[in-house]
């Protein structure tokens, strides 16, 4: 199936671009993503799914939009506070592109229900903000063989990691066991500002898109830690661990990353 004028139109400044191509823009219509939270990483991150033309989109988050969320969380605005964030968003993103299929999940994702939520999809996009619910999305994607985008941001500081399950290091791989309980202060204790976690929240989504199009050198076994303060960039190299809970026994895939 070939794109619209309407969809030609829509993306043509990407079309555009040496390393996209007519048919990079179908395999971004025709995949699915799960994002996971819709906060500070998770509006960039739905923002620019959405508005590339990813096909099908779901956004989880339980939480209802709070005062406190607006100045980080462009994706909701004053008037919906109280209402739930992935309700929120969906309604944003079906203003921005009515031609993506837009699935608010008010959920809380948990052990319980991580493996169904991420199952089928060709992307997970890792938006929370615990390092539990890193492990568990972590895990699932592992166990489902989904692509991961992992991130964190606090402060002035985040962190960027792809993931292929099978192929490249997952979170665990790379992080075995979470911080020990207080030695990590939360967003609410540290803080975050905005345009922070909005530059974060967009490597993520260029990851993510770059692993659903197959362009470009997603960042498979690196970590990206970025220092706002002066702008550093630092690229840890990661591997994969031998008798990674979640990874060891993924099996390779047959066909190589291209
Ligand atoms: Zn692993």
């Not at 991150?45 to 969380?73: F, M």
């Not at 992992?150 to 992080?175: K, N, Q």
Request: hydrophobic residues 45%; charged residues 20%.
């Amino acid at each position: 199936m070939t794109l619209t004028d309407a969809e030609l139109e829509r993306y043509s400044r990407q079309l555009v671009l040496p390393e996209w191509s007519g048919a990079a823009q179908e395999r971004l219509r025709d995949a699915s993503a799960i994002v996971v939270g819709a906060g500070a990483l998770g509006s960039p991150v739905a923002t620019y799914l959405a508005a590339a033309g990813v096909g099908r989109l779901g956004i989880v988050d339980e939480d209802a939009v709070e005062l406190s969320n607006l100045h980080r969380q462009p994706l909701h605005f004053t008037p919906d506070i109280g209402v739930n964030k992935a309700a929120s968003a969906a309604a944003k993103l079906a203003f921005l592109n009515p031609e993506v299929q837009v699935e608010p999940y008010p959920a809380r994702l948990d052990e319980r229900n991580a493996e169904a939520i991420v199952m089928g999809a060709d992307v997970v996009v890792d938006c929370s903000d615990s390092f539990e619910t890193r492990y568990v999305v972590n895990d699932a994607a592992c166990a489902e063989r989904v692509d991961l985008v992992e991130a964190g941001v606090l402060g002035f500081s985040g962190l960027v990691l792809a993931i292929r399950p099978g192929e490249s290091a997952c979170y665990r791989c790379s992080f075995p066991s979470p911080p020990l309980a207080g030695a990590v202060p939360s967003c609410r204790e540290a803080g975050v500002l905005g345009a922070m976690a909005g530059i974060v929240g967009a490597i993520q989504a260029l990851e993510a898109i770059k692993l659903l199009a197959g362009v470009g050198a997603p960042l498979l076994d690196r970590i990206l830690q970025l220092d706002g303060h002066d702008m550093g960039q630092t690229i840890v190299v990661t591997s994969r661990r031998d008798g990674c809970e979640a990874c060891a026994r993924v099996p390779v895939a047959a066909e190589a990353y291209h």
